[in-house]
């Protein structure tokens, strides 16, 4: 073979070799962009979501998305009327303290005279009647008077009592002479529900107890009379 041919061939392969190397610098290079583009997709996409999470968290906490908080929940119950509810005029319902019997002209009372020693009314759940004169001072400090008769299911009246358990400003008490088996009092307010389940529960509660409707408000709800 001659020297030229060998030249010839050496230089092809040296050629050879030189695109070899090429190739697989090439081949490095894209794989390392693929890489990267990967991570960086990936880390976008983290990213997002992670900024779609906190802005739907941000938005439930300022109350303009997502499921309402319980504050807003209780203004919700606390606005619009109670369906059945009955109204007297706070100006009529006198509110003088006396030790002789008032009579009153609904069952259970919604205001007037009464005793000058107020219910405990600090979530009290009384298991017997009380004096209609002790329970109305409480109804002038804003408490709400839960009350049942023999007809209200056991079921409801343990429910009712565990709000009202809860409730300060709250009490609750068998009623015989009332006309339905669960009825809810305030000052000047009253409405019959159909169980402790029934939605105008939680919206009495809301709307009365320490409401606009209340004489005194933050007057006590301790310190006055217990049950016998």
Same mark, same amino acid.
């Given at each position: 073979?001659?020297?030229?041919?060998?030249?010839?061939?050496?230089?092809?392969?040296?050629?050879?070799?030189?695109?070899?190397?090429?190739n697989?610098?090439?081949?490095?290079s894209?794989?390392?962009?693929?890489?990267? /583009?990967?991570?960086?997709? /990936?880390?976008?996409?983290?990213?997002?979501?992670?900024?779609?999470?906190?802005?739907?968290?941000s938005?439930?906490?300022?109350?303009?998305?997502?499921?309402?908080?319980?504050?807003?929940?209780?203004?919700? +119950?606390?606005? /619009?009327?109670i369906?059945?509810?009955?109204? &007297?005029?706070?100006?009529?319902?006198?509110?003088?303290?006396?030790?002789?019997?008032?009579?009153?002209?609904?069952?259970?009372?919604?205001?007037?005279?009464?005793?000058?020693? &107020?219910?405990?009314?600090d979530?009290?759940?009384y298991?017997?009647?009380?004096?209609?004169?002790n329970?109305?001072?409480? +109804?002038?400090?804003?408490?709400? &008077?839960?009350?049942?008769?023999?007809?209200?299911?056991?079921?409801?009246?343990?429910?009712?009592?565990?709000?009202?358990?809860k409730?300060?400003?709250? +009490?609750?008490?068998?009623?015989?002479?009332?006309?339905?088996a669960?009825?809810?009092?305030?000052?000047?307010?009253?409405?019959?529900?159909?169980?402790?389940?029934?939605?105008?529960?939680?919206q009495?509660?809301?709307h009365?107890?320490q409401?606009?409707?209340?004489?005194?408000?933050?007057?006590?709800?301790?310190?006055?009379?217990?049950?016998?």
């Amino acid at each position: 073979m001659s020297y030229d041919r060998r030249a010839r061939i050496e230089q092809m392969r040296n050629a050879d070799r030189a695109r070899d190397r090429r190739n697989r610098i090439l081949a490095v290079s894209l794989s390392a962009v693929v890489v990267a /583009g990967l991570v960086a997709f /990936g880390s976008y996409t983290i990213l997002d979501k992670s900024d779609s999470d906190g802005s739907d968290s941000s938005m439930t906490a300022d109350g303009k998305g997502g499921t309402p908080s319980a504050g807003e929940k209780d203004e919700n +119950l606390a606005t /619009g009327p109670i369906e059945g509810e009955k109204s &007297w005029d706070a100006k009529k319902l006198t509110r003088n303290h006396v030790t002789d019997a008032v009579d009153y002209p609904m069952k259970p009372p919604v205001g007037g005279d009464h005793d000058p020693v &107020w219910m405990n009314c600090d979530g009290e759940v009384y298991k017997k009647s009380i004096p209609d004169m002790n329970a109305v001072h409480a +109804l002038e400090h804003g408490s709400v &008077w839960v009350t049942y008769t023999d007809d209200a299911p056991a079921t409801d009246v343990a429910k009712l009592a565990d709000r009202v358990s809860k409730t300060p400003y709250s +009490l609750m008490s068998p009623y015989k002479d009332q006309a339905g088996a669960i009825m809810l009092t305030a000052w000047g307010k009253q409405v019959a529900v159909d169980g402790a389940d029934d939605p105008r529960v939680a919206q009495f509660f809301a709307h009365y107890v320490q409401g606009p409707q209340t004489p005194e408000p933050g007057a006590a709800c301790t310190g006055g009379r217990d049950g016998e």
